[in-house]
Nanobody
Framework: QVQLVESGGGLVQAGGSLRLSCAASGRTFSSAVMGWFRQAPGKEREFVAAISGSGGSTYYGDSVKGRFTISRDNAKNTVFLQMNSLKPEDTANYYC??????????????????WGQGTQVTVSS
């Protein structure tokens, strides 16, 4: 019932900024917890950020705190990830994810049911 499409990835120099977008389908988007994850070649998937359905609460992985900001525009069915002060170690394929609306999950780093196809972010040194 939910489809997610990421965009905005690309090549950027260290210290630069990039904004990712995730467009979601479905009438239940506004009540769904949304998250961003990333995966580099040969590494496990890593939690990046999450946001509550209303946008009132956010949570970040330790490696991006103070540099990345997650936000959403429910009128446009879109979630964003603003990435500042990028580092080469941020290079990865970035995925957006959504929980089923109304699901009860303790924590922010897991429990996601729908996934996008990913968008590549490459940070050069």
């Amino acid at each position: 019932q939910v489809q997610l499409v990421e965009s905005g990835g690309g090549l950027v120099q260290a210290g630069g900024s990039l904004r990712l977008s995730c467009a979601a389908s479905g009438r239940t988007f506004s009540s769904a917890v949304m998250g961003w994850f990333r995966q580099a070649p040969g590494k496990e998937r890593e939690f990046v950020a999450a946001i509550s359905g209303s946008g009132g609460s956010t949570y970040y992985g330790d490696s991006v705190k103070g540099r990345f900001t997650i936000s959403r525009d429910n009128a446009k069915n879109t979630v964003f990830l603003q990435m500042n002060s990028l580092k080469p170690e941020d290079t990865a394929n970035y995925y957006c994810a959504a929980r089923r609306p109304g699901s009860v999950v303790d924590g922010w780093e897991y429990g996601y049911n729908y996934w996008g196809q990913g968008t590549q972010v490459t940070v050069s040194s």
